[in-house]
């Protein structure tokens, strides 16, 4: 709403009359203008009855000036026009009152033709969503989801899986052992695999066994792009009579196929891992490129998990007779799967809890 004062420099009334004629002119402009408000209404009093340079306050003061035999007369005049504008203005203080309120009510009002303020709403993790999905390509070869603890003894996570004591395979799965945790094979400690989850599978039930283990674990590794002290992964065991290598690899190319999609082959490499015999590092035919690319450093394979036909010792160990029973194993990290698939350059996004990362559909 525009001032409802006149122009700066605008001569003041010198008469009763005049005076009148303005006020009638300044409260027709200010109609004119639209419905006043309480602010408006408030400016017009302090121009017209301030105490100090209010309209009619001049009117007043210039009673000195009078000629004697006029006084009378002019201050009855002036008296007249002060109840004039007192009442003029009291009415127009009450318009403006019900109309601010009227405005403030409707501002509360609900627009119903407008679009609903949707809620933000939050996302699967990156982690979870590719863990769902390599749990649905298993469930559909017949595989359950088996949990475990985290914190471990030493005897389900190292020597009950053909780790010896002394042996050098537990260097490179130095993991975090609990204080006050006891020694020897009761020694508590945070698990380095899901592998105690199988051993404890095959401790609580006979052949057939076809289960896959997530879950988070931990090691004594460095923080950088690639490597971290907790980590997510993903195994599976298969045990029943008659298991062989085909299986295992049979169950791979199942996997990778239905996965990474109908294209992707897997190439298996020898390699060793103390709770397998023969072990392998599987390898998928990288999805990205056919000439080779960055991702897969230009080699037109990808190494995703490793695997093996588990060793007869951790059979026995689960209290599975070796002679009868044999069965596979395999392994593969979740956090690398999905640092694959979207092209996630930085493993540390994954546990920074980045709403600008993770508000992505990761799908």
């Not at 000036?65 to 007369?73: C, H, L, N």
């Not at 380095?192 to 052949?207: D, I, K």
């Not at 070796?322 to 996004?349: K, S, V």
Request: proline letters at 7%; a negative charge.
């Amino acid at each position: 709403m525009s001032s409802t004062r006149p122009e700066a420099g605008g001569a003041a009334p010198v008469s009763v009359e005049e005076a009148r004629g303005l006020l009638d002119a300044e409260l027709a402009a200010a109609a004119g203008r639209g419905g006043l408000l309480p602010g408006d209404v408030h400016e017009l009093k302090v121009r017209w009855l301030g105490k100090k340079q209010g309209v009619v306050t001049t009117l007043l003061a210039r009673l000195k000036e009078v000629p004697k035999e006029e006084k009378a007369a002019f201050g009855a005049g002036v008296n007249a026009l002060k109840q004039e504008v007192e009442a003029r203005l009291d009415v127009l203080e009450a318009e403006a009152s019900a109309r601010a309120a009227a405005l403030a009510e409707a501002a509360k009002a609900v627009d119903v033709t407008l679009p609903p303020r949707v809620p933000p709403v939050g996302r699967l993790h990156p982690l979870t969503v590719v863990r769902r999905r390599i749990e649905h390509v298993f469930r559909g070869l017949g595989y359950e989801v088996a949990d475990g603890p985290e914190i471990e003894t030493d005897w389900y996570n190292f020597e009950s899986l053909n780790f010896a004591p002394d042996h050098p395979a537990r260097d490179s799965v130095d993991t975090f052992f609990i204080e006050g945790g006891g020694t020897g094979r009761d020694a508590l400690l945070l698990r380095t695999h899901t592998s105690p989850v199988q051993m404890r599978t095959m401790e609580g039930r006979r052949p057939p066994i076809r289960v896959l283990c997530p879950g988070r674990v931990y090691r004594k590794d460095d923080i950088d792009p690639r490597h971290s002290p907790v980590f997510h992964q993903m195994e599976g065991l298969v045990v029943d009579e008659g298991i062989t290598f085909a299986h295992l690899r049979g169950t791979l190319s199942a996997f990778a196929k239905s996965f990474f999609g109908g294209r992707a082959e897997v190439r298996l490499a020898p390699t060793f891992f103390p709770f397998v015999e023969p072990g392998v590092d599987c390898a998928v035919s990288c999805v990205f490129c056919e000439t080779g690319c960055r991702i897969c450093s230009y080699s037109g394979w990808i190494e995703i998990m490793g695997a093996g036909m588990v060793h007869p010792n951790v059979l026995a160990n689960a209290g599975i007779d070796p002679e009868r029973y044999t069965g596979f194993a395999f392994g593969m990290g979740i956090d690398r799967i999905a640092m694959l698939l979207h092209g996630i350059p930085d493993l540390r996004l994954l546990f920074e809890n980045d709403v600008r990362f993770l508000d992505r559909t990761w799908s």
